[in-house]
């Protein structure tokens, strides 16, 4: 009883007007009877806004993490963590990117229209809130990547994190409901659709991240074409066709940093590793102050000599050899994750000899790479500006 108590506390605080959740259109919504709270987060919070943020953040953070001097001395576990959160931004980018593209894609095969028409203004007038469809919700779908990301990066403490993460996604159903824009099928299949889509996009090798993209990119324009309901008036924010440049913005530019890193970092033969393992394999590299021998990796060996040796040996060794074996498949098991930390480990020995290193911060932050990689996401941007101001 007192976590409800809590509950409804909470939302007759932040959602004054709760009763216009139970009604089916939701008039005087968003202007007329959204809080000021939920306004702001449907617009900080939307997928456009974010894939923004994480590009700002991935142009800045070498300045604000590494230091604005050209050449400094950094230590090896500045340097791991700069490049782990590079990583990190830089698969948050593209899921942005992506669910961009994906929801307008599921947005044209569905085809199902928003919940809402409502009189916005005052005036009698009634308009449809939002885009044409809504099936499913693009800003739950995003929200529950979002979520899942904080539970699984776990910025704060276990439990905590869960709670925020977890949150986020709940909060984004109601938010999404309570301003209009989607039903509560709309928002429940968003949510699902994003869960499912963060899974997928944290257990299948970081190859797929340039299929997907490839495919993303070429699709969703297609079926946006074909669809020939879809009538865009000039300068009209909700032009979905806009929408997928936008989207394909941030995937080039995401796809292009993260070859480099690959390339100079983490090893392209790692692309076929999931980012779950990369992920890990960072981790270790700061829980360990030394560098692993090159002999732990050299299972292939290990198993080799196992089979050749276990078919000389007698009967009474049979037990044995399937100990040892199963030993060994397990000891195979172990250094699956660790063979990308040698790989780093290989890519930055030398520097890792001594405790503080000195590095060109351009050099190092790949900033020329990053900024013309920028610049090719602005021209697709303006693309997509041009689009929307002039209904093309």
């Known amino acids: 009883m007192n976590f ?6 909470i939302i007759s605080i932040f959602l004054p007007q709760v009763v216009s959740f139970f009604n089916r259109c939701f008039k005087q919504i968003p ?4 809080t000021a709270f939920g306004l702001t987060t449907n617009n900080f919070f939307a997928a456009d806004w974010t894939g923004t943020g994480c590009v700002l953040v991935i142009l800045i953070f070498p300045f604000w993490y590494l230091g604005t001097k050209v050449t400094i001395r950094v230590t090896r576990i500045q340097l791991i963590k700069f490049h782990q959160m590079r990583f990190l931004m830089l698969n948050l980018l593209h899921r942005t990117g992506y669910a961009l593209l994906f929801v307008v894609a599921l947005y044209e095969v569905f085809r199902q229209s928003r919940p809402c028409s409502c009189d916005i203004y005052g005036t009698g007038d009634f308009s449809q809130v939002g ?3 809504g099936m499913p919700s693009g800003d739950c779908l995003f929200g529950a990547l979002i979520g899942w990301f904080i539970v ?3 910025p704060f403490r276990k439990i905590p994190s869960w709670v925020i993460g977890i949150g986020f996604i709940i909060f984004k159903i109601f938010e999404r409901l309570v301003l209009g824009y989607h039903s509560v099928g709309q928002t429940i299949s968003g949510t699902a659709v994003g869960s499912l889509l963060y899974f997928y996009s944290t257990r299948v090798p970081q190859y797929m991240t340039y299929i997907d993209n490839l495919i993303m990119i070429v699709l969703t324009p297609i079926l946006i074409r074909i669809d020939h309901t879809s009538k865009y008036e000039i300068n009209d924010g909700d032009n979905m066709f806009a929408w997928s440049f936008w989207g394909a913005c941030y995937l080039i530019f995401e796809s292009i ?3 480099r890193l690959f390339h100079k970092v983490i ?5 076929k590793k999931n980012y779950t393992s990369i992920v890990k394999a960072f981790d270790n590299l700061l829980d360990n102050n030394t560098i692993p021998e090159s002999n732990y990796f050299d299972t292939d060996i290990q ?7 276990s078919r000389s040996d007698s009967d009474s060794n049979i037990q044995e050899n399937d100990r040892i074996e199963s030993e ?3 000891e195979e098991k172990k250094s699956f994750d660790f063979s990308i930390n040698s790989k780093i480990y290989n890519n930055f020995a030398k520097k890792f000899e001594k405790e503080n290193i000195k590095i060109n911060v351009l050099k190092e932050a790949d900033v020329w790479i990053t900024v013309g990689a920028f610049f090719i996401g602005c021209v697709v941007m303006y693309v997509s500006f041009l689009w929307q101001i002039y209904a093309w």
């Open 303 to 309: 198993t080799n000599l196992l089979a050749s040796s």
């Open 31 to 34: 202007i007329g009877g959204g």
């Open 267 to 271: 090893g392209l033969k790692n692309l």
């Open 328 to 330: 060994t498949k397990n």
């Open 131 to 133: 885009s044409k469809y």
């Open 152 to 154: 699984d990066t776990k």
């Open 257 to 259: 940093c993260n070859f």
């Open 4 to 9: 409800m108590l809590i509950f409804f506390t």
